[in-house]
C-alpha cells in the first residue's frame, strides 16, 4: 500500500543528460536517430542503443477518438482492441499465445489525438516478434463474434469504472468542459454508444486510418541501423499505400464564465472534484514555462495546493494541477477530494490557492527549487529503449524535432519571475471556471451553487457522462 | 559534446543472458553480482549497485516493520508511523524534509505493507549529501509535533476513504482478509480501521519508533551514479554513529490450518458485482513459492492463460480476473479477483475458476504452457532491472523478503526448475475448498440505509 504517491501530470517530456561529468544539470541532448520512410509511406525511426539484448518498438497510427462518428463514440478505441482479435491467419487465441510465448506484448490503445502500442522483445526473439506486430496491424479481419463480445465487456467495463469516481471523473470533466467539440467524447464511449457500434464500422475506420502513410513506427534498441531497415521493410512493406482521411482538430474555445456538474453518487463518503478550463496544445511555445509554474501551483509534493490542502490542512490525501498537452489545447485541471462536510471548506480553499498564485506570482526561492527538480528529476524518463522509442514517435507525431528536448534544460533556465507572471496571467484561469464534482448529492448539493451560476446535475447510475 | 553512455550495463547483460537461456545450474554462492555489500557497525546492511547510465541515484530503506507488528488497537500504527518520518525531526523542522530535497533536484515517497515500511528517494547524483543528512536526521531525531500528528490522521482518514470506503475492490479486500486470518496479523489493513487511526497517541508513535526504527532493523540499497566507497563514506559519517537498539519482538503467530471455507458477503451500492476468494499459502522462504508463482503465470498471466481463456474468453462469464501471490514473511493468500459481466450470477463465475483449478489437479499442464509461463517470468525480470529504481526495488525485496538479494540473481535458475508434476501437486495441495475464504459484493440498485 502506497502511502505518499504524488502524481506528477506536469510534464511528459524525455531528454538525456550529456555532459561529461553529470553532477551539475546543464545540458540534455537526445540520441541521434535515423528517419526513413518506407515507398509505402511508412515513416520509420531508427535509434540504436546496444547495451541491452533488447529492442523496444512503438507504433502511432495518427488518428485517435476525434475521428469518432457522432454516435458511435468509442469507435477509435475499439478498433484498435479489436486489431489483435483474430487476424487472415491466426485467431484471437494463437496470437495472444504466440504474444505470451515470447513474454512480449502488443496492444493499441485509443487517445483523443492517436493510436498507439508499445512492445518489447528480447534480440533472440526479434523477427517473431515483429511478424506478429506486422500481422496483427495489416491482417486484422475483426471477427463479428469478437465485436459483439468486446463490445459487451466495454459497456460492463464502464459500469464498473463507475464503482470509483476517481476513475471516471475526468470523464466527466471533458464532456461538460469541451460541449461540441470532440474532446468532448469520452475516448472508450460510453454504455449508449458502444451498442450502435457495427462490425462494418470497425471494418471502414480501419481502412481509412490504419494507412501506412498515417503511421509512424519508431525503434531504440539493440540492433544495426542497415538490418533493422531492412527487417522493417521485410514486415511492412506488404501494408498497401493508400491516403489516409486527414484529421483536422479545430482549437477549442475556453469556456467563458462559471459552470459546474455535480453527479450524484450516493454512497460516496467523500467528494472528488475537478476544476479548470481549456488549457494548451503540445506545441504551445510557452509549454516549458507553464510546466515551471504548474509545477510549483501543483505539479510537486511541495506544490502550493498539495501544501495548502494536504499538509496544512489535512483536508485530503493529496491535491494537483496539470496541462493535458494534446494537439490542440488539452485541459487544464486542479483535482482533489475530501469528506463531504469538508467539501466547502476544500473548494474554497483551493480557489484561495488560485488567487494567491494571480496576486502574488512566484517567489525566487520557489523558482530556484523548481528548476532543480524539474531538472533533476528529467534523466529517468528517458532511461530505457522504450522510453526512448516512445519519445521519438511523439515528437514525430507533433511535428517537433530533437530540438524540443535538447533546448529544454535552456528553456527552463530562461523563466523568471516576470516571466512566471505573465504566464499565470496568460494560461491559468481565475474567472472562468468549470467544475465536475462527484458525490453525494444529498449532503453536497446545497453548497454547489455557491461556485457558479449555472449548475447541472447527473446521477452517476445514468448512462453517458 | 560527448553523449553519456545510454545504457552502460553490462551486468544488466548478464544477468538477461543467464535468465534467458534459463541456466538450470544455481550460480555460485560466492558470484557478488556486480552488488557490493557493507554492514555498519550499529547493524544497518548496505547494497550498493554502481549504474552510470543516468546521472541519478535510486535509495531506498527497508525497515522490517510493518502491520503484522500491530496489535487491535493500534491497527494501521506502522503507516500512519511512515507519514509521520516526513513531518519533521530535529535538523530539518516540518515541511523541511520535502522541500529540501526538492530544492535539491530530488523526489520521494514510502510505502508501508503487512511486513514493511520502504522508504525511496529519487535524486541527482549531485543531492547526495543532502539525502544522507536527511535521513540520517529523521532515523535518529524524529520529532512528533501534536499539531503535525492531528492534521496527518486526517490526511490518512482520507488516504483511508479513498483506497478503501470509496473502493469497492478495497472494501472487499479488507473482507476477505479479516474472515480468512483468525489469528495471524495478516487479518486487518495495513492502513488500519478508521476508529483506530482515530485513536493512536503519541505514546503508540514512541513506542513504534523505539521498536522497529533501530539501525539493525533496516537495510540500505542505494543503485545509480555512485560508487561503494563513496556511500560508505557516507554512510559512516551520517548514520553510523546512529546507536543501534534490539530488534522488534519476533512474530511468533502462525496461522492456524483452516478447516473448512469461510464465506463473507458485503451489500452495497454498486453497478457491479466482485468476487474474491483467498487460499492460505507458504511465505517467501518456502520452497513452493516458486512452483505456485508459476502455477499463477499459467492461470492467470496474459490472454492466452486459462483463466482469462475460460472466462473471459471462451465462457464470457467476466470482464476480467486476476491472481495475486506475492512474497510475503508469513503464510499469506493466494488471491483471485472476479469481476462478472451484467447478468451473470456471481457463483456461475465462481464456479468456472473452481473448474479451471480443479483440471491442473487433475491432468499436468502442458509443455508448452510450463514453457511459456516461464518465458513471461523471465520478461517480467528483465523489464523490472530495466531502471535504477526497479533494480534498487528488485534488490531490496529479495534481500528482505528472501534473505539474500542474490535470490534475485537465482530465480530464473529456480523457475526453470519447476516441473508440470510441481504444479499439480501444489495445486492440490493448496487449492482446496477447505482452505478458502470468499468474499462477494453483491450490487445495490440503492444504498441501504445506515
Redesign the interface.
Known sequence: ??????LLWCLCMFV?????Q????V?V?L?PYTKVQLKNGLTVLLME?R????VSFNMIVKTGSVADPKGKEGLASLTAELLRKGTRSRT??QI??A??????DFAMNANTDYTTSNA?F?K?DLSQGMELMADITLNPIFPQEEVT?LI??R???I??A?????SVIGRYFATYLYGTHPYARAVGGDELSLTSITRADVQRFYEANYVPANTILAVAGDFNLTEMRTMVERYFDAWAARNPLPVQITPPSPVRGKRLLLVDK?????TYFYLGNVGISRTNPDRVAIAVVNTVFGG???SRLN?AL????????GARSAFDQRKAAGPFLIST???NAATEQALDMTLKVLSALHENGISETEL???K??M???F??S?????Q?ASTIARLEFYGLDESDINSYFAKIDAVTVAEARRIIKQYFPLDNLVFVLIGKAAEIQPIAKKYAPVIDTKSI?QPGF | MKRMKHLCRPLLSAVILLAVSLASTFAQEDRDYGVRTHQLKNGMRILVQEDHSIPNIALYIYYRIGSRNERPGTTGLSHFFEHMMFNGAKKYGPKQFDEVMEAAGGSNNAYTSNDVTAYQDWFPRSALETIFDLEADRIQNLNFDEKMIESERQVVASERRTSVDNSNFGILDEQLSAAAFTAHPYQWPVIGWMVDIENWTMEDLSNHFRVGYSPANATMVVVGDVTLDEIVRLAQKYIEPIPSRGLPPKVTTREPEQIGERRVTVRKFAQLPIVMAGYHVPEAADPDYYPLQVLKTVLFEGQSSRMYQRLVDKDQLAISIQGDYSAAFDPTLFGITIRPKAGVQPETAEKAVYEELDRVKSALVTDRELEKAKNILVADFYRSMKTIDGKARSLGTYEVFFGDYRKLFTAAASYSQVSKEDLQRVARKYFMDKNRTVATLIAEKEEPAK
Open positions: 500500500m502506497n502511502k505518499r504517491t504524488f538525456l543528460i550529456t555532459a561529461s553529470a553532477a551539475q544539470l545540458s541532448k540520441p542503443q547495451e541491452v539484448p533488447i484471437s487465441e495472444s499465445s504474444l505470451d510465448f515470447i513474454g512480449g518489447e528480447l533472440k463480445k459487451a465487456q459497456i460492463d467495463g459500469k464498473s463507475k464503482d470509483r469516481a476517481d450516493p454512497d460516496s463518503t467523500q510537486r509534493f511541495t501544501t494536504r499538509v496544512d490542512s489535512g483536508l485530503t490525501y477530494y475530501t469528506r530556484s527549487s523548481v532543480q527538480y531538472k533533476g528529476q534523466p529517468p528517458i532511461e530505457t529503449s522504450d526512448l447510475s
